[in-house]
């Protein structure tokens, strides 16, 4: 991870902010590394189900790493712009019975643990159809109300990460909030060609 501290004047900014920029291949490293440690477990996933859309990158990393070919994913989010949550997880309605036929060993899997409130309520929902699951992200931030069984790296609360995937959405959303800081890394970090 490469970062910077900046300071902002964004909504939702109330101190300094550090942003670090995750690349494609510092997301293909902490995907190997997390692969290696759920195989060293002996307990290899029947299946993943991603969290869309940051999910989907990991999900497809994994599914090579750790050979597996069953893959769903869930649209749902707490937030409805970057940097601004909802009251409650939207979720897109999903068959439970679909993801259950799947296997006994499912990977639930995000790109980040930021408040955590996502993945708790699909975790949640999962449990209480009976689908045992465990959970992987690539970054999992302490402040998290859940911590993943893995994960890639640790992030405090203040630290703003944009992934090599989602460059052109953080862009116009720091440009179009005003937020200088982050339009600024943006720049500096992600270069228009």
């Known amino acids: 991870m490469t970062g910077d501290v ?16 995750v690349s494609f291949a510092e997301m293909k490293k902490l995907s190997k590394e997390i ?8 307990k290899k996933p029947d299946a993943l189900v991603y969290i869309e859309r940051g999910g989907m990158v990991m999900a ?7 050979d597996v070919k069953n893959v769903y994913g869930i649209q749902a989010s707490y937030y409805t ?13 999903f068959r439970l019975d679909e993801i259950k036929s799947l296997g006994r060993n499912i990977l639930l899997v995000d790109d980040i643990a930021d408040t955590g409130k996502t993945l708790k309520f699909l975790y949640g929902k999962l449990a209480s159809a009976g689908i045992r699951a465990q959970t992987a992200t690539l970054v999992y931030k302490r402040d998290s109300i859940i911590k993943p ?11 703003w990460i944009v992934f090599d995937y989602e460059e052109e959405e953080s862009r116009r959303s ?10 600024e ?8 060609g």
């Not at 497809?60 to 750790?66: A, I, V």
């Open 6 to 21: 900046l300071g902002g004047q964004g909504p939702f900014e109330s101190s300094k902010i550090i942003y670090l920029k």
């Open 185 to 192: 890394f943006m720049s500096k970090n992600f270069p228009e």
């Open 35 to 42: 692969s290696e440690r759920i195989l060293s477990t002996g």
């Open 149 to 159: 069984d893995f994960y890639g790296r640790e992030a405090d609360s203040n630290v």
């Open 81 to 93: 712009d970057i940097g601004r949550s909802s009251d409650a997880v939207k979720a897109r309605e």
């Open 174 to 183: 720091f440009f179009k909030s005003g937020n200088k800081a982050g339009a």
């Open 60 to 66: 497809r990393l994994l599914c090579d790493y750790l």
